[in-house]
């Protein structure tokens, strides 16, 4: 399984960004897709997750500023990501869950200036 995540960048605080990930290989059934970030000298920690039935969560810190949706394209999720803050700057990374197992993309660079 490959995920290609797209659409980090940097932003000043308030800004917008949208990450988009898509999934392909040998994907059978996708029960949880999610995005997760890193940020310097922190652990990895859960942004938001998206079950194959639309259930949606997020971590405390982005709720009411982030939106998780899946894509038009089968097999993606989009993060959209409103009033950005400092403190939102991390390595973005997609993941996929099929049953027991979970992939993981390369990740992408999200920067918000003060």
Same mark, same amino acid.
């Given at each position: 399984v490959q995920l290609q995540a797209s659409g980090g960048g940097l932003v000043q605080a308030g800004g917008s960004l949208r990450l988009s990930c898509g999934a /392909? %290989? /040998?994907i059978f059934s996708i029960n949880?897709? %999610?995005?997760y970030r890193q940020a310097p000298g922190k652990q990895r920690e859960l942004v938001?997750?998206?079950t194959s039935g639309g259930t949606t969560n997020y971590a405390d810190s982005v709720k009411g500023r982030f939106t998780i /949706?899946? %894509?038009?394209?089968?097999?993606t999720v989009v993060l959209q990501m409103n009033s950005l803050k400092p403190e939102d700057t991390a390595v973005y990374y997609c993941n996929i869950r099929m049953g027991s197992s979970a992939s993981w993309g390369q990740g992408t660079q999200v920067t918000v200036s003060s």
């Open positions: /392909s %290989g /040998s949880v897709m %999610g995005w938001a997750t998206i /949706s899946r %894509g038009n394209a089968k097999n």
